[in-house]
């Protein structure tokens, strides 16, 4: 691939620099990058790259770029790689601690994690498949007549909450998500949809209601 740093092209390829910066020395152009799932996903279906940075040449060299896997460009500024990857960091933390949180209740009930991954795995799956809705009305402020509402949420929230701790198990992950759907109730928005609570994550000023 001619222009680009032998070295700093393994280095990604090899998922060993989450965030590198100028593959393209021919122009001292710039390219940030952020590789996901994580190493192991480099070079196959599931993995996919985020970059950001020059766009001509990441046009040059994407199609080099996509051997390692699918690539995703963010625009020119060099930083936005590397908020999308954490974007996508956060999400995968949220599930991934719900994950063991919900195997430390079963636990006790005689099943152990293992069991219940490919459960949990197909559940995540049906929920990601909401994720296109969730995303449209937050991007909307269109959260009036949802049929998954903040009311319902707020309770199973904290029937979870109770739950854990008369059994002695930490209950610290999903306590915040309980005051963020307190805190819309008490607004008056329990009948909204329960991804309303956008509208109190997002910067101070921009909230829509």
């Known amino acids: 691939?001619?222009?680009?740093?032998p070295a700093a092209f393994a280095a990604v390829a090899t998922g060993h620099m989450p965030f590198v910066t100028s593959l393209m020395s021919d122009h001292a152009r710039?390219?940030?990058n952020g590789n996901f799932p994580d190493d192991d996903g480099t070079a196959t279906p599931e993995g996919f790259f985020l970059y950001s940075g020059s766009r001509?040449?990441?046009t040059t060299y994407r199609r080099e770029l996509e051997v390692m896997a699918p690539a995703h460009y963010f625009g020119i500024d060099p930083g936005s790689a590397e908020i999308h990857d954490l974007a996508l960091l956060g999400t995968g933390y949220a599930a991934l601690t719900g994950f063991l949180h919900?195997?430390?209740l079963l636990e006790q009930a005689g099943t152990t994690p293992e069991v219940f991954a490919p459960l949990a795995a197909r559940w995540l799956y049906g929920m990601a498949e909401f994720l296109p809705e969730l995303a449209r009305e937050a991007g909307e402020s269109a959260y009036a007549g949802g049929v998954s509402t903040v009311g319902p949420h707020r309770a199973g929230v904290d029937s979870l909450?109770?739950?854990s701790r008369a059994r002695g198990i930490a209950s610290d992950v999903h306590e915040p998500l309980k005051a963020l759907l307190d805190r819309r109730a008490a607004d008056g928005h329990g009948q909204d949809s329960f991804s309303s609570v956008f509208e109190l994550l997002k910067a101070r000023g921009t909230a829509a209601q």
């Open 1 to 5: 691939m001619a222009g680009v740093d």
């Open 30 to 32: 710039q390219i940030e």
């Open 56 to 58: 001509r040449a990441y």
């Open 102 to 104: 919900a195997a430390a």
């Open 161 to 163: 909450i109770q739950f």
